[in-house]
Structures are given as C-alpha cells and as structure tokens.
C-alpha cells in the first residue's frame, strides 16, 4: 500500500505516490462492496438451510467423501481399462468413492464390457466393488461383486469378480468357482435352485416324473395308484342305470325285487305269479273241478 505523508513537498514523485494511494483506497471500497453475505458470517459447522454461510473444513469433512472419482483417469491420468484392480484401489484415497465406466471388450480386468463400476473403499483392506451392465436393446442385466482378501498389514489380493445376479438364469445366483464347485453344501443348493428354475407353471403345470400323493381323504383331493387299483373298471361293474348284458351266473343270497314284467322274456316277481295262479284257479273252478 502507498504511504505519503501530509508534510511531504510536492514533486512528480511524490504525486505518483499520491496517485497510487487514492487507486489502492477505490478500490478496497469496491472490493469491499462486491463481497457476498456469507463473507461477514461464520462459517457452518453443520448441514443446514442458510444460503448466507460458506462450508468449514468440519463440515466438508463430516457430510462428504475425501475424493470422489468420476473416472479411471481421474484416479490417475495413465489407468485405463486394462489398469489391474489391485493397482487401482491402492490409488484410491481412503474413504473415497469411484464411479467409472467401462467399455473395452477384451480386458480381463473386469468380468463383461460395457459395466458401470461402483468402488467403495473404507479402510485399505475394506474395500467394495460393483459392477453393472444392462445388455443395449434387450432385457439382460447382470450384477457382479468384488473385493479384497488379506488382514491388516499383509499384501492384499483381488478376490475377483463373482455374478451374483442375472435376469435370464436363475442357477448363476450359486457361485461356479473351482472351490465351489468342490464343496457338496453349495452343489446341493445349486441343484435346488437349478431344478426350482424347471419349476411348471401353476396354472398349467406339465409333469414328466411320477407324482406321489397320500390317500384321499376329503371330496376334490387327489387320489394315488393304490386307491384307484382297489376301484374296479367301468366295463366290469353292475351299474344302476343304463342297459347292459351280464354273462356267468349270478348268485343271490337275497331275493331280487323285480317291477310287474311288461314284455316277454321279462323277469316275473310274485306278486305277477300269485295273480296269474289265482286266475287260473278261478278257470278251473269254472270247469268243476275239471282238468282239460
């Protein structure tokens, strides 16, 4: 800042001094006036809903991440989608977030092109990994998970990408890694989510194996092979209604009742008999006695 003193003689050095002053003092006043409101308040220590406060470092710290990275580049210039996962996630800041895309077809780094791929790293061997990729012009999606193996203080280890959702297979929701597929507890499970994929359709449902069912009990249950065998054939039955022919001889430990025979060849029942008896004996009283 330029200081001349009152007692100073004029000459044109002290007049640029002057000068120089008078600009400085101009133009703090107009720097002071452009200043905004937050400028003369204290800054928050916590989220609310001024608009007239600027953010402390406690804030900042308190309801954000330390970096968030909006690409591989953004990591580190030279990282590429061939870039190893371990070497990535080193370079990660503690409690950052990394949201990138990935579009090489040919890197193994990562399980499929064209993924969305979410990094949540806490701690140096805390770290979360996402990956997504919904399949252009189709109903496809899949979602992979990934992270580190190793304690504090040992070297880390990628332990790969793992798909634990797909919309086309239900059977991929079991992990197939080499040590998977040599434990029988998951092999177990995975048959029964293989076999639940085969699973009819209620409405219709077609079987193609034998369905066993206990006995019926109530009217609309279903019946199995045992009870239908004890029932016999229709075309082996005596039944109520309609005409049949019977063949064998029939046993009756009981009379049969038969109705007033109407046509020849009909079954007579007792009471036709007793009449038909009884007419005759009135003829033959008739005759006296007679017998022609």
């Given amino acids: 800042m330029a200081v001349i003193s009152r007692s100073a003689p004029y000459n044109v ?3 640029e001094l002057l000068n120089t002053a ?12 452009d200043l905004k409101p937050h400028a003369f308040n204290d800054l928050a220590t916590e989220q609310g809903t001024e608009t007239d406060k600027a953010p402390s470092n406690k804030l900042l710290t308190e309801s954000s991440f330390s970096r968030v990275y909006r690409s591989l580049q953004d990591i580190n210039p030279t990282f590429d989608d061939y870039t190893d996962m371990i070497t990535v996630l080193d370079a990660m800041e503690i ?3 990394a949201s990138y895309n990935v579009e090489a077809d040919d890197s193994t780094v990562y399980p499929s092109a064209d993924l969305q791929v979410h990094i949540f790293k806490t701690k ?11 399949v252009w012009n189709n109903i496809l999606q899949y979602f992979w998970v990934g992270g580190l193996g190793g304690s504090v203080g040992s070297t880390y280890r990628w332990a790969g990408w793992r798909r634990v ?11 197939t890694s080499s040590a998977a597929a040599s434990n029988e507890k998951v092999l177990s499970e995975k048959v029964v989510y293989d076999e639940f994929a085969k699973k009819a359709p209620l409405a219709n449902p077609t079987f193609t194996g034998t369905v ?6 109530v009217s609309g249950a279903a019946v199995n092979k045992g009870q239908l065998d004890l029932k016999a054939n229709d075309n082996e039955v005596v039944k109520l209604t309609t005409d049949q022919t019977i063949a064998g001889v029939k046993t009756f430990s009981s009379s049969p009742i038969v109705p007033t025979p109407s046509v020849g060849g009909a079954a007579a029942n007792k009471d036709y ?6 007419n005759i004996g009135s003829v033959l009283d008739a005759l006296n006695g007679e017998v022609i």
């Fill in 95 to 97: 409690n950052s977030i």
């Fill in 124 to 134: 140096s061997n805390r770290i979360t990994c996402f990956a997504y990729r919904k």
């Fill in 212 to 217: 066993t069912v206990p006995d019926a009990t």
């Fill in 22 to 33: 008078i600009i400085e003092q101009v133009g703090n006043k107009a720097n002071t006036a």
């Fill in 165 to 175: 959702f797909t919309s086309d297979d239900i059977s991929t929701v079991m992990p």
């Fill in 13 to 15: 050095a002290n007049q």
């Fill in 273 to 278: 008999v007793d009449t038909a008896i009884g």
